[in-house]
Nanobody, 115 residues
Framework: QVQLVESGGGLVQTGGSLRLSCVVSGTTVRVISIGWFRQAPGKQRELVATITSGGSTNYADSVKGRFTISRDNAKNTVYLQMNSLKPEDTAVYYC?????????WGQGTQVTVSS
């Protein structure tokens, strides 16, 4: 089994920065990728960024150039560095691990960007 715990959310002004963390515990063999998703009130959950086991990254067009996903394998932690934040980035951010044919989700962390 896999457990994911996100942290680092908070309130920030437009143009500010936050770094989210996702700590992974449990069995991590056969991991395909880890991704960050977000869900704003009244909206469906959308993919923000992913990183594969080989280190390849992918970003949504709306965050490309502003957000960076990275990992620290020794700490079993994945990060999302969020710069130049905009009000439309306001959402609950979730960490998702894809292992084999299963997905595992964290509890989410709130990011609020004030205008």
């Amino acid at each position: 089994q896999v457990q994911l715990v996100e942290s680092g959310g908070g309130l920030v002004q437009t143009g500010g920065s936050l770094r989210l963390s996702c700590v992974v515990s449990g069995t991590t063999v056969r991991v395909i990728s880890i991704g960050w998703f977000r869900q704003a009130p009244g909206k469906q959950r959308e993919l923000v960024a992913t990183i594969t086991s080989g280190g390849s990254t992918n970003y949504a067009d709306s965050v490309k150039g502003r957000f960076t996903i990275s990992r620290d394998n020794a700490k079993n932690t994945v990060y999302l560095q969020m710069n130049s934040l905009k009000p439309e980035d306001t959402a609950v951010y979730y960490c998702r691990l894809r292992r084999g044919f299963s997905d595992y989700w964290g509890q989410g962390t709130q990011v609020t960007v004030s205008s």
